[in-house]
């Protein structure tokens, strides 16, 4: 596997439901980030992992709860959504938080619906 | 505060046209620019980059920008469209360690 994945690529669920999206990278990278991308809105950042560490929750709600155990994972861990939580959650990772020009690189996404 | 403007949602043009896609940014600090593209049901891929040394930085694809300070622009153009350049474009700033994107551009490409 080369670049950062992500697993599923689609998931249905349930408001009731409980599930994990996956991110992985695979280029040696310090930091990570959770986006969130709905049709006819900007991409919305919503969590930074820097070295492990959450450096950045952009006031998301509390039924989204990430876990960066190491520099390589990220999880996004989902209960009790909304249908308006429906929407591509795109991963992405830097060589570090810090380096001004450092760019991202994303992964393909997981396509989220919730009925 | 940094924000970036990305003006028209929807671009349309014909193959073998000229491409451009305009963006504006803000910025308080010198700024390093970006411009990402996305296929469909695919993630964002980095098309190319200004970080503070030539205004005209070329990309993949055949696509380049032009920093232009005193416009605070970085337009992004292609000389001669394809039916694969059809895509949604980003144009995003990285300020104070974070990035900042546009809403996108949507470009068409007609037969």
């Known amino acids: 596997e080369t670049g950062v994945t992500q697993t599923p690529r689609h998931l249905v669920m349930g408001m009731t439901n409980k599930k994990s999206l996956k991110c992985e990278q695979h280029l040696g990278h310090n930091a990570m980030y959770w986006y969130k991308q709905s049709a006819k809105k900007p991409l919305e950042l919503m969590f930074v992992?820097?070295?492990?560490?959450?450096?950045e929750n952009n006031s998301v709600p509390s039924r989204f709860s990430p876990e960066c155990p190491n520099s390589s994972h990220l999880f996004l861990h989902l209960h009790t959504l909304q249908p308006e939580d429906s929407a591509l959650y795109l991963c992405?990772?830097?060589?570090?938080?810090?380096?001004?020009?450092?760019?991202?690189?994303f992964g393909p996404g997981t396509r989220l619906t919730v009925l | 505060a940094q924000s970036v403007t990305q003006l028209g949602s929807h671009v349309s043009v014909s193959e073998g046209a000229l491409v451009l896609l305009r963006c504006n940014y803000s910025?308080?600090?010198?700024?390093?620019l970006f411009w990402y593209v996305q296929y469909p049901n695919q993630g964002l891929q980095l098309l190319l980059k200004?970080?503070?040394?030539?205004?005209l930085v070329k990309g993949i694809n055949g696509f380049e920008a032009e920093f232009k300070k005193s416009e605070t622009s970085f337009h992004l153009t292609k000389p001669s469209a394809h039916m694969s350049d059809a895509a949604e474009y980003f144009c995003?700033?990285?300020?104070?360690?974070?990035?900042?994107f546009g809403s996108g551009t949507k470009l068409n490409v007609k037969p």
């Open positions: 995003a700033v990285r300020a104070f360690n974070k990035f900042y």
């Open positions: 992405a990772s830097s060589q570090d938080g810090t380096g001004t020009n450092n760019e991202q690189f």
């Open positions: 992992y820097n070295f492990k560490e959450q450096t």
């Open positions: 200004y970080t503070s040394a030539a205004t």
């Open positions: 910025s308080s600090v010198p700024p390093y």
